[in-house]
């Protein structure tokens, strides 16, 4: 009887463990091999941490970790209080809020990669919308794209467009979990607007937006769809991500050895805060 | 302190939409009009002709058709073998069942931008590059779609499913006439999740095609304008009956996945 029971159990279990063996864990398995390996098309020689130790020396791969980590510090931040800015506006009585909220989460259901191609045009340094807007205000956008003081920026204003509205509405439902009366009590205290803030909202916040700045991050850290639109990643490998790199040396240079070795810096980098989200979260009842 | 408050949310919403809004009027204005300095958000003059050229430029209906089928039998494959897998976790107890949640964790928390090298030189091997098979199998279950799911089905009380036995079900019909039917929201946010995310999605279909008629209308529009001298009213037609269609989707049940959202936090 348990036998069966165990055998039906793995029966459904069968197509899902099939998928994840042959084309999840054996590529991941296969990927970390590869890293120690200097191998292309063909079966490669081992060089145990060779592709280690070269990356460290490698300036391709240096910038492209200090873009990650840039684009990563500068749009994480801006997104997550962006969208906390936005989830209080549009938390309580608001006439249109249907509709505020609907245009801002839009984002979070298009192609990043084709509307990109949308933000390409608008931002071009010659005639762009936005850029004539811009000079218009007193912004020196340079070169636009292919200034490299200025192609970053761009890149993450497309990614913070991109994402806003995803966390506010996680902003919004952590705003519904805070009681009404917590406010009235302040209020009667005599506690304004930005004491009520401080005091009320932003401490029971806390989880939620330790979640979004986590979720935020690990997405901010795989950056690609609109370096590939609309910088390529230059100038001059300027906006260059590390799966930017991973795709090129890998994907186009069919260097699959050293292409591995980036790829697990990145898998490091964000199993480590996925890793610190997991034991931060399982430590208090996650209602989902 | 009103004024305020409805002024940044309209600046808000305006400079949010700014790129959609621009995407529709670059697509019915002559190409002359819209790269005209000084440039304008309603530059003037209407055309048709990009929404007519775009068919023959490049293959887009055939494009349309790969996306439809490469974001649909993911969608399809990935609801069955997820909803499988949720129902052993949610619902049976058998030896190993913990490992094998661990494993879906642990899969959830690695950048899927790893297994892409591998993939290629697997999907490679096997004649799979450039073939539907090779955009949707790979990604036919996934892993926060079985966690998803087993969250939900963990909603559901026991009873139903000892009610059923006691009727002579077995597992499969509980997971078929009880646990599915009471699952339909659940069922449907998460296929909304999975058709949007490989609709939407560039890197998938860049690396695992090579040819213009096999690509996915978001690869498909990067690469031609990669290698053309841009024609962006061409361009922005193209995009506007890319995103239409999610657009539309989510206008349609969008307090349900809003909501989905909201509950979940993933993805």
């Not at chain 1, 509205?165 to 205290?189: N, S």
């Not at chain 1, 997405?219 to 690609?224: C, E, K, S």
Request: hydrophobic content about 55%; proline content about 5%; cysteine-free.
């Amino acid at each position: 009887m348990r036998a069966r029971r165990t055998a039906t159990a793995y029966a459904f279990l069968a197509p899902t463990l099939i998928v994840v063996g042959v084309f999840m864990v054996w590529p991941m398995l296969q990927s970390l091999a590869d890293s120690f390996y200097d191998k292309s098309i063909g079966p490669g020689i081992f060089v145990g941490l060779g592709n280690y130790t070269k990356l460290l020396g490698d300036p391709a791969f240096l910038i492209a970790l200090r873009n990650t980590v840039f684009y990563a510090v500068a749009a994480t931040p801006v997104a997550v209080a962006l969208a906390l800015g936005l989830a209080l506006l549009l938390n309580g009585h608001v006439r249109g809020r249907g509709f505020f909220r609907s245009a801002l989460f839009l984002p979070s259901v298009v192609s990043l990669g084709v509307v990109a191609i949308a933000w390409k045009f608008l931002l071009d340094p010659d005639i762009g919308l936005v850029t004539y807007w811009l000079r218009g205000l007193g912004v020196d956008v340079g070169d636009g794209v292919r200034d490299a003081d200025v192609a970053m920026w761009y890149l993450i204003g497309v990614g913070v467009w991109k994402n806003a509205g995803f966390y506010m509405v996680m902003y919004l439902a952590g705003l519904q979990t805070i009681p009404r009366m917590y406010y009235e009590a302040a209020t009667i205290d005599g506690a304004g607007p930005w004491q009520r803030f401080r005091k009320v909202t932003w401490p029971l916040l806390g989880h939620t937006t330790m979640f979004v700045f986590i979720i935020a991050a690990i997405a901010a850290l795989q950056v690609f769809d609109q370096i590939f639109v609309m910088t390529r990643g230059g100038p001059h490998f300027a906006t260059e991500s590390l799966v930017y790199l991973v795709y090129r040396k890998g994907l186009q240079d069919f260097e699959f050895g050293y292409a591995s070795a980036i790829a697990w810096v990145l898998v490091l980098i964000v199993f480590v805060l996925s890793l610190a989200q997991n034991v931060f979260f399982s430590r208090r009842a996650v209602r989902f | 302190m009103r004024v305020l408050k409805y002024g940044a949310l309209l600046v808000g919403a305006g400079l949010v939409l700014l790129p959609l809004v621009w995407m529709v009027v670059a697509s019915i204005t002559p190409e002359a009009a819209i790269v005209r300095y000084p440039p304008s958000l309603l530059p003037g003059g209407f055309t048709t002709d990009h929404y007519t050229q775009i068919w023959e430029r490049i293959p887009f209906g055939r494009q349309f058709l790969n996306t439809v089928v490469f974001a649909g039998g993911v969608t399809a494959i990935s609801l069955l073998l997820d909803s499988l897998a949720a129902y052993a976790l949610a619902r049976m107890d058998f030896p190993g069942k913990n490992a094998v949640f661990v494993l879906i964790l642990l899969l959830l928390m690695i950048p899927p931008q790893v297994t892409l090298v591998p993939l290629f030189q697997l999907l490679s091997s096997l004649d799979w590059i450039n073939t539907y098979q090779g955009l949707i199998v790979p990604r036919a279950t996934n892993a926060f779609g079985i966690f998803f799911l087993r969250q939900y089905f963990l909603t559901i009380p026991r009873e139903l499913d000892e009610a059923a036995r006691i009727d002579g079900s077995s597992e499969f019909g509980i997971y078929r006439r009880v646990i599915l039917p009471l699952s339909g929201p659940a069922l449907l946010t998460l296929g909304l999740f999975h058709f949007m995310y490989n609709w939407n999605d560039l890197l998938w279909p860049l690396v695992f095609t090579t040819e213009t008629d096999m690509q996915t209308l978001p690869a498909g529009l990067a690469l031609f304008m990669g290698e053309h001298v841009i024609e962006y009213g061409l361009l922005m037609a193209g995009a506007v009956l890319t995103l239409l269609p999610m657009v539309a989707a989510f206008l349609l049940v969008q307090r349900r996945f809003i909501e989905g959202i909201a509950t979940t936090g993933m993805k």
